[in-house]
């Protein structure tokens, strides 16, 4: 159950990498294509999620232990075109989500939107959210379809993954615009270092696309998840995520579930929750090799 990892970072394993540490199923009928998963900053077992492209504009609130939903939030001035991730992040002293609508399955898209929200403390309380700004991107080689979205916290940046590059295009756009309603064109940061499935040609291409990505809270730990894998890089003090990206990552198997869209670290990076396309959803726990710090 355990895979060796493809590189030889300094690392200390934690008892179970790459097995459950429980398993929950997500009951609420509505999330049925969870395509980001985020963890709070709030609650060690609150999640947030949502739905894949052209559904409804809304968050949910779900519990890691039970899979109940918690609450659901309506988002305003949002459409859901294609939502693709969200992540968990520390803006100023309050934890706030970057929900990531940056989908783009055809390359069609001129730019796309990254909505800033301050993460409700109280789930019985309003049922609509207002995002605090959105940041507008363009990528500068074209467009790309992106399903893995991360925030850097301490130096105020989003990066971006694409997906269906044989190696994932890393890029870079900041938190804090010079003018909030200004675009953005995305700095490219080139390819990442990242094993690639063996096979036939079109099963290794699906097996390969990157579909999930975050950071642990301190902003150490990387996950790149892909239908059948984590990815784990972790970074030294003071080093940039674009070079940490350019070692071999240490890479570990995921359950066998059809559609892994959705991931987030613990804020320790020691465990990944998992969530697929399907309904009912499962929701699963993966222990991580812990790294020296």
Same mark, same amino acid.
């Given at each position: 159950?355990?895979?060796?990892?493809?590189?030889?970072?300094?690392? &200390?394993?934690?008892?179970?990498?790459?097995?459950?540490?429980?398993?929950?199923?997500?009951?609420?009928? /509505?999330?049925?294509?969870?395509?980001?998963?985020?963890?709070?900053?709030?609650?060690?077992?609150?999640?947030?999620?949502?739905?894949?492209?052209?559904?409804?504009?809304?968050?949910?609130?779900?519990?890691?232990?039970?899979?109940?939903?918690?609450?659901?939030?309506?988002?305003?001035?949002?459409?859901?075109?294609?939502?693709?991730?969200?992540?968990?992040?520390?803006?100023?002293?309050?934890?706030?989500?970057?929900?990531? &609508?940056?989908?783009?399955?055809?390359?069609?898209?001129?730019?796309?939107?990254?909505?800033?929200?301050?993460?409700?403390?109280?789930?019985?309380?309003?049922?609509?959210?207002?995002?605090?700004?959105?940041?507008?991107?363009?990528?500068?080689?074209?467009?790309?379809?992106?399903?893995?979205?991360?925030?850097?916290?301490?130096?105020?940046?989003?990066?971006?993954?694409?997906?269906? &590059?044989?190696?994932?295009?890393?890029?870079?756009?900041?938190?804090?615009?010079?003018?909030?309603?200004?675009?953005?064109?995305?700095?490219?940061?080139?390819?990442?270092?990242?094993?690639?499935?063996?096979?036939?040609?079109?099963?290794?291409?699906?097996?390969?696309?990157?579909?999930?990505?975050?950071?642990?809270?301190?902003?150490?730990?990387?996950?790149?998840?892909?239908?059948?894998?984590?990815?784990?890089?972790?970074?030294?003090?003071?080093?940039?995520?674009?070079?940490?990206?350019? /070692?071999?990552?240490?890479?570990?198997?995921?359950?066998?579930?059809?559609?892994?869209?959705?991931?987030?670290?613990?804020?320790?990076?020691?465990?990944?929750?998992?969530?697929?396309? /399907?309904?009912?959803?499962?929701?699963? /726990?993966?222990?991580?090799?812990?790294?020296?710090?």
């Amino acid at each position: 159950m355990i895979a060796t990892g493809c590189a030889t970072a300094n690392v &200390d394993n934690a008892p179970s990498p790459g097995q459950s540490l429980g398993v929950v199923t997500l009951l609420d009928k /509505r999330i049925d294509e969870s395509s980001g998963l985020a963890r709070s900053g709030f609650d060690a077992d609150r999640l947030w999620t949502h739905n894949d492209a052209f559904n409804s504009a809304q968050l949910f609130a779900v519990s890691r232990k039970s899979g109940e939903t918690l609450g659901a939030f309506g988002l305003r001035n949002t459409f859901n075109i294609d939502w693709e991730d969200i992540a968990a992040f520390d803006n100023h002293g309050d934890p706030a989500l970057l929900l990531a &609508d940056v989908g783009d399955n055809f390359a069609i898209r001129g730019t796309v939107s990254l909505y800033v929200i301050p993460e409700p403390r109280r789930l019985d309380v309003a049922t609509v959210l207002v995002p605090q700004r959105t940041l507008t991107l363009r990528y500068p080689d074209g467009p790309r379809d992106v399903e893995a979205v991360a925030v850097d916290t301490a130096n105020r940046q989003v990066y971006l993954l694409s997906k269906r &590059d044989p190696v994932p295009r890393l890029y870079r756009v900041s938190l804090d615009p010079p003018a909030p309603l200004s675009l953005q064109v995305a700095e490219a940061l080139g390819s990442i270092n990242i094993p690639r499935q063996p096979g036939p040609a079109r099963q290794a291409r699906r097996l390969n696309w990157v579909t999930a990505m975050d950071f642990d809270a301190a902003g150490r730990r990387a996950a790149v998840v892909t239908l059948a894998q984590v990815h784990l890089y972790d970074r030294e003090p003071g080093e940039s995520w674009a070079k940490a990206f350019q /070692r071999p990552p240490i890479s570990l198997p995921l359950p066998r579930y059809p559609q892994i869209e959705s991931a987030a670290l613990t804020a320790d990076g020691a465990a990944l929750d998992v969530s697929s396309e /399907r309904l009912p959803a499962p929701l699963v /726990r993966v222990g991580l090799p812990r790294a020296h710090r």
